[in-house]
């Protein structure tokens, strides 16, 4: 088991506050996308649930047609791509509200 280090501090000894899903900056991990910016992390997760709603319909389109069992798998994508969509985006509003702090605090970003 590792000590832990000390953290840094900003301005007139500013402790900057801790980093809420803090697996996504690191270099390491089980993530292989690696997105820092919240704001991009958010645009991200916005477009897969959004492709999520767009791939449901297409194939609501065909069970609509009469393709047997098309919604059970309609319903699954959407599950899928909008709730990894929907996990995403409140990951990157956290860690949004933890950079504006950050920054306010330290007086500069996070990555810099």
Partial sequence: MSTPTPRATGPAGATPPKEPFSYVSQQ????????REPVLMFVFFLAFAVLGVV????VKKGADQGAEGAMGVAYLILAI????????????????RWKREYVRVMGRSPWA
Avoid: P
């Fill in 55 to 58: 791939f449901f319909f297409m």
């Fill in 28 to 35: 390491r991990g089980l993530l292989t996308l690696k997105i």
């Fill in 81 to 96: 791509f909008a709730g990894l969509g929907v996990v995403g985006m409140a990951i990157a509003a956290v860690r949004w």
